[in-house]
């Protein structure tokens, strides 16, 4: 099915103005910088501001998703909690699932999967900084297992995710650990 068979796709808001903190602005923005290396949401980081004109489908929902579709690195990331009055800036698509055959984790999984990729390399649009517009998010072909199917690969994805976390911590140590015992035979030579 094409995505837009799925879901609603709305853009961003478009600021007028630099996004900076306001400590008791009403709605939290989610940029680029709140993203983190796995797609993840820094929601702690999402500034503040206060702005009046938000269209109510610009107000991000749990199990919404937020896909950058502004440069050469279009990825989905899932709104995984509640936090109320939520919005993205115009570097995001929202997409809000409105069909019980897909989950939103899957979704976000699917977006961010190769097949996904090389069909936003190709019909991108735009020379300098590459856009994927509503359009062509939504003509998007997405393959749908079964609900059952869809949750495990979801849980699969995220025990691989964990796994290179634990390597990539274990091999920091290992270097810390090969590093103090160096420098410990190195004193020992000094004081000899």
Known sequence: MKLNELTTIFSGHLF???IENSPFGKYRVIQMRNINNDYTINYAGLPRVEINSIRNEQIINKNDIVFRCRGNNNFASIIDCEIENIIADTHFLIIRIKSNIISPEYLAWYLNQ??????????AQGTVIPL?????????????????TQNKIVELSKI?????ELAQTIQRKRKLLIENLLIKKIMEANND
Do not use: C, H
């Not at 994927?132 to 059952?148: C, H, M, R, Y």
């Open 16 to 18: 007028r103005f630099k």
């Open 114 to 123: 190769k097949p996904a990729q090389m069909y936003f390399l190709k019909n």
């Open 132 to 148: 994927i517009t509503a359009k062509i998010l939504g003509s998007l072909e997405v393959t749908i297992p079964d609900l059952q």
């Open 160 to 164: 691989s995710i964990k796994e290179q």
